[in-house]
């Protein structure tokens, strides 16, 4: 079973820095692409990039570029999305799901289960 | 960069009846590169079509898609309790960003 593992709710201050993570399991995980979407309390999802773990080709929203970074290793199967200030803005659920055509893109299918981010003072 | 508008925002129905949410692009999704997502509170999104007609693994048949080019159209045949949720969807068809449509509300009247 493919399957996409989070890492817990962070609580964190402004300025903070912090790195959330990925797990894949299941399948080839150097072969597919793996994107991370943002949900803002009570909005809609928002793209924000994509990173092909087995070479770490990596492509951003014009709206996140330069805001956060997607990495991944592939020694152990996992993607990350970091922050080196975090801004209360940032406050929102993120998932990470996979891309289901490979190399080629696609659909994201499945979804991991969500990481919560709370920013406050 | 391909903007989605989804409408209704909010589509009020009750159990039985036929739900016809509709997805228009900026500019043409090449191939029909285009995807639709179920959510439900507290729970991450699921994947009910893609390739703009195909249903997901396991989503049952009164869920369809059609459309080419700028329109979409995701249709529930006879709603069940369990298909009350928000409907968003995605085109993948382009270079990136694969922009999510802001989602349509589907409430229980």
């Known amino acids: 079973e493919v399957q996409l593992v989070q890492s817990g709710a962070e609580v964190k201050k402004p300025g903070e820095s912090l790195k959330i993570s990925c797990k894949g399991s299941?399948?080839?995980?150097?072969?597919?692409?793996i994107g991370w979407v943002r949900q803002m309390p009570g909005k809609g999802l928002e793209w924000m990039g994509i990173?092909?773990?087995?070479?770490?080709?990596?492509r951003y929203s014009p709206s996140f570029q330069g805001q956060v970074t997607i990495s991944a290793d592939k020694s152990i199967s996992t993607a990350y999305l970091q922050w080196s200030s975090l801004k209360a803005s940032d406050t929102a659920m993120y998932y990470c799901?996979?891309?289901?055509?490979?190399?080629?893109?696609?659909?994201?299918?499945?979804w991991g289960q969500g990481t919560l981010v709370t920013v406050s003072s | 960069e391909i903007v989605l508008t989804q409408s209704p925002g909010t589509l009020s129905l009750s159990p039985g009846e036929r739900a016809t949410l509709s997805c228009r692009a900026s500019?043409?999704?090449?191939?029909?590169?285009l995807a639709w997502y179920q959510q439900k509170p507290g729970q991450a999104p699921r994947l009910l079509i893609y390739?703009?007609?195909s249903r997901a693994t396991g989503i049952p048949d009164r869920f369809s898609g059609s459309g080419s080019g700028t329109d979409f159209t995701l249709t529930i045949s006879r709603l069940e309790p369990e298909d009350f949720a928000v409907y968003y969807c995605?085109?993948?068809?382009?270079?990136?960003?694969?922009?999510f449509g802001q989602g349509t509300k589907l409430e229980i009247k």
């Open positions: 799901a996979r891309l289901a055509l490979g190399r080629t893109g696609g659909w994201f299918d499945p």
């Open positions: 299941g399948y080839s995980f150097t072969s597919y692409w």
């Open positions: 990173i092909y773990p087995g070479d770490s080709d990596t």
């Open positions: 500019q043409s999704v090449s191939s029909s590169y």
């Open positions: 995605q085109q993948y068809g382009s270079s990136p960003p694969h922009s």
């Open positions: 390739g703009a007609s």
